[in-house]
């Protein structure tokens, strides 16, 4: 049978990375047997069924002695009283060191959260900064865009006129070269007027 590793998150994914060091101070009393005893015991103190359980102890205590069935403790109860200043030694000990480790255990877990809420603020300064430079990039890519589109007007527009200009020499005639196409070519014109002469010579 295998026993299951524990693997430990990665930083950017554990909030409570920082707490990680600080978990010896969890248990009040320590880790070891005795501590974990002490701990029992210091909660025992505290509970509903503890403090039911001496009231009902003392009531018992006072009634026997009280009636007379026994008279190990008659009044004023000399032996209760010692009983409850044996309690009162041993409690106010682990009562006092179990606040202590709650003080030393608040006191790292407030450095801890320090710690977390300055990786957090240096974390959004961070992305602050970089959505700033990204969005001074792409401000820089919109003017570069504007100057272009700005070119590839000016460039259009001197396409166009150039276009214009040729089509206008293509279609554009002389006046000296429509007059040649309208009286004909010259050779016609030598060849006519020979044939008149040599007509003209034979009559």
């Known amino acids: 049978m295998t026993t299951p590793t524990t693997t430990t998150p ?14 010896h101070l969890s248990p009040p009393f320590g880790n070891d047997g005795f501590a974990r005893r002490a701990e029992a015991f210091a909660r025992m103190f505290g509970s509903p069924r503890f403090l039911l359980a001496q009231t009902c102890f003392v009531a018992v205590w006072i ?15 000399i032996l209760l009283n010692l009983a409850f200043s044996l ?6 000990p682990l009562i ?17 959260d320090a710690r977390h809420r300055e990786a957090l603020a240096q974390a959004t300064a ?7 430079q990204n969005s001074a ?21 001197r396409i166009e006129a150039l276009t214009l200009e040729m089509h206008h020499r293509m279609h554009y005639v002389p006046a000296n070269a429509r007059s040649q196409q309208q009286a004909g070519p010259p050779g ?13 010579r034979q009559g």
């Open 63 to 77: 009634g026997l002695n009280l009636s007379g069935v026994v008279a190990f403790d008659v009044y004023p109860f």
């Open 87 to 92: 309690q009162a030694a041993y409690a106010a």
């Open 137 to 157: 990039r792409l401000l820089d890519l919109l003017e570069q865009n504007t100057r272009l589109t700005e070119v590839t007007k000016k460039l259009s527009e």
């Open 126 to 132: 961070e992305r602050q900064a970089l959505a700033a």
């Open 96 to 112: 006092l060191l179990a606040q202590t480790r709650q003080a030393e255990r608040d006191r790292m877990h407030a450095d801890a």
């Open 188 to 200: 016609v014109q030598q060849s006519g007027g020979t044939g008149a002469d040599t007509s003209a």
């Open 10 to 23: 990665a930083p950017g994914s554990d909030h409570l990375r920082f707490h990680r060091q600080h978990e």
